[in-house]
């Protein structure tokens, strides 16, 4: 950018700009702290950024133009000129039939794809009538037993003009299958069915616990997925390999990026291993990363993901399409950063990450409801989360220019800076012999806990500003409006479940079950069994039990 005289002279300017101007200022006054830095843990930030930080910067090997390798700068050439993010509010809640009514009231809003939350006993692989559901049926999202609990959801929602993306894990080959069932019921071509399933169980051991079979197995049924969509549904995202719950366990940003790209990694190696061909179903893989205060460190972030699955899937996969070397991604705004106190500053928070994301270059984006620390979203608060975004998109000017931060010192320095930091986590990921190693030795989960460790100790020493919770605290006793689960939505929910299984062919399904369990044990694809049992009714819980009995159920610290 610059030949060696020239930042010479900059360097020499800088020295004698901080002896002559700053030096004085911090004798006098000093500064609001000793040491800042982007997050606990995270990249130290210098008072001032000149191109002596970024004398190595090479346009076109590290940035490129936007469509161009290495994809820094986004994977479109027209960027958000030529089409929007996907608006994408997170929904699902108690009923069917409220999921239902919400999906269409969002949409009615203006939404642009549909995303789906589901309850713990359905992401669980329970149904509603387990004794291990008792209190958490429709929760903390819908209950979905059965193939009939989908079609309502979906009921005059045409599956071949919406983007569904479903938040399922561990029984993603369940949910999937009835909702390709659903696509059939409607006449919907399969090739036309667009959308994602999370199914990233890495991330499960990691972050969030809702986990069933043990790795191996999981393992198999993704790459299962992999082999089925990529001839029956290939405008389905298979998987959303996902650094979210990583950094809402309290993860820095350079942490979520190494340990994300760590999991895609061990998913691309399992998919060969099964002998799919990395073109086949690399081009729909896709990621999902958190949101989170510090918009400059979390525009480095995207970039830097970029930029580092461009050369992973090159460098270490020799992948020939382009398709599979562009890192595309879904970002939700940081559940863990909306606070109980105050909780209007709620709305502001998830403005500034939703900005982060857009300026970021995110695919699609969910901004979370002020009132998410304290319950499901009421319609009002899904709203305003929603109407966050359609200003962003219509009136900030923020979707106008591609990647209008490149150039900045400060950012390409940071880009740089995180994504030496991943790279320097996964060579010590490498060296423990691969993410499902590192997360069995626990050594993935002590890296994450002792940094939210560190995040908790400096705000509680007041380190590290919350408003309205650490400082600029108020005395309040808020009247809130919350959505609320009732112990007649579950046995209204049970009470269908029920009724399906009375009404169903109980031959059919235990026929159904009989010829997966078969598949289990085989070595076939279990995928095509799965839509077989959910089309003839077979509940969430019994395919999962099926599998569960072939496969068993993962304990913590266990060999994989």
């Not at 106008?400 to 994504?419: F, H, K, R």
Request: aromatic share 8%; charged share 30%.
């Amino acid at each position: 950018m610059f030949d060696p005289d020239e930042l010479e002279e900059i360097r020499e300017s800088h020295e004698q700009w901080h002896e002559e101007e700053v030096e004085p200022v911090l004798e006098r006054f000093g500064e609001r702290k000793d040491r800042f830095t982007t997050d606990t843990g995270g990249q130290e930030v210098d008072r001032l950024y000149t191109p002596a930080d970024v004398d190595d910067f090479d346009y076109q090997e590290d940035l490129g133009n936007p469509g161009e390798p290495p994809y820094t700068r986004g994977v479109y050439s027209t960027g958000y000129r030529g089409r929007l993010w996907t608006m994408r509010q997170y929904a699902g809640f108690s009923t069917p039939e409220d999921t239902n009514e919400r999906y269409h009231y969002l949409l009615d809003q203006g939404q642009t794809g549909l995303s789906m939350a589901f309850d713990l006993p359905t992401q669980m692989g329970y149904d509603s009538d387990d004794a291990m559901a008792a209190g958490e049926v429709g929760k903390a999202g819908v209950a979905i037993d059965s193939l009939a609990d989908m079609e309502t959801v979906f009921d005059g929602i045409p599956l071949d003009e919406v983007s569904t993306s479903m938040t399922i894990n561990a029984p993603a080959s369940v949910l999937l299958a009835m909702y390709i069932a659903v696509g059939d019921q409607q006449g919907a071509d399969r090739a036309e069915l667009r959308g994602t399933i999370q199914n990233d169980l890495l991330k499960e051991y990691i972050a969030r616990n809702t986990y069933i079979y043990p790795p191996e197995p999981s393992m198999r049924i993704i790459t299962d997925i992999f082999e089925f969509c990529a001839e029956e549904t290939p405008k389905f995202n298979t998987i959303s390999i996902s650094g979210y719950h990583i950094r809402e366990a309290g993860s820095t940003a350079a942490q979520e990026l190494a340990f994300t790209l760590g999991n895609g990694i061990q998913y691309v190696e399992a998919a060969l291993e099964a002998g799919l061909d990395v073109d086949d179903f690399a081009p729909r893989l896709s990621f999902f990363f958190n949101g989170h205060n510090n918009i400059f460190e979390e525009v480095a972030k995207f970039r830097a993901a970029r930029r580092m699955w461009h050369d992973i899937m090159e460098e270490r996969f020799d992948a020939d399409d382009p398709k599979s070397k562009q890192l595309k991604f879904h970002t939700q705004t940081a559940g863990s950063m909306l606070t109980a106190q105050q909780i209007e500053n709620n709305v502001v928070r998830v403005a500034y990450q939703a900005l982060a994301a857009v300026l970021g270059g995110t695919q699609s984006l969910h901004t979370n409801g002020k009132d998410e620390a304290l319950a499901l979203p009421t319609e009002e608060s899904v709203r305003t989360a929603l109407r966050t975004q359609q200003i962003l998109a219509h009136e900030s000017g923020a979707a106008d220019t591609i990647d209008p931060l490149a150039g900045s010192y400060y950012v390409e320095s940071l880009t740089d800076e995180v994504e030496d930091d991943a790279y320097e986590i996964l060579e010590e990921v490498d060296e423990r012999g691969g993410m499902l190693e590192a997360v069995d030795q626990q050594w993935v989960q002590r890296q994450i806990q002792d940094t939210a460790f560190d995040r908790q100790k400096e705000i509680e020493e007041k380190e590290r500003v919350i408003v309205g919770v650490n400082e600029f605290e108020v005395d309040e006793d808020p009247e809130m409006d919350v959505e609320e689960v009732t112990e007649e939505d579950e046995r209204r929910q049970v009470d269908r479940l029920e009724s399906v299984r009375e009404d169903r062919d109980d031959e059919a399904v235990d026929a159904a079950l009989e010829s997966l369990r078969d598949a289990a044990r085989g070595g076939q694809n279990v995928m095509p069994h799965i839509v077989d049992a959910v089309k003839a009714y077979a509940t969430v819980g019994e395919i999962c039990n099926v599998l569960r009995e072939e496969f068993g159920e993962y304990q913590p610290g266990s060999a994989v």
